[in-house]
């Protein structure tokens, strides 16, 4: 059975950052493992992934502000995303993501960022 143990996130002032973090277990040959986000009333969107190859893809918003990592030597199964300068519009669920070829997507259950000062 896959397992995720996502940390992390909580209140957060505008402008300041914080770091989230993902372990998946249950599960081998992970390609790629992401963060996506929802805010209330909007659809689920992708906030940046990183393959197995450590290539990265960042959503817009992301871009100069979120970086997001993965030991693909040592820790394959984990996935870190630090996140600079966040502000009101950041708020939403964060959820981890896993992909292995060949299977559906895995999800983590979310951990929650809100950003207010």
């Known amino acids: 059975q896959v397992q995720f143990a996502e940390s992390g996130g909580g209140w957060v002032q505008p402008g300041g950052s914080t770091n989230l973090a993902c372990e998946a277990s249950?599960?081998?040959?992970?390609?790629?493992m992401g963060w996506h986000r929802q805010a209330p009333g909007k659809q689920r969107e992708l906030v940046a992934e990183?393959?197995?190859?450590?290539?990265?893809?960042?959503a817009e918003f992301a871009k100069g502000r979120f970086t997001i990592t993965r030991d693909n030597v040592n820790k394959e199964n984990e996935v870190h995303l630090q996140m600079y300068n966040l502000q009101e519009d950041d708020t939403a669920v964060y959820y981890c993501?896993?992909?292995?070829?060949?299977?559906?997507?895995?999800w983590g259950r979310g951990t929650q960022v809100t950003v207010s000062s």
């Open positions: 993501k896993a992909v292995r070829s060949g299977h559906p997507d895995y």
């Open positions: 249950g599960i081998s040959q992970i390609w790629i």
């Open positions: 990183i393959s197995s190859a450590g290539r990265t893809t960042y």
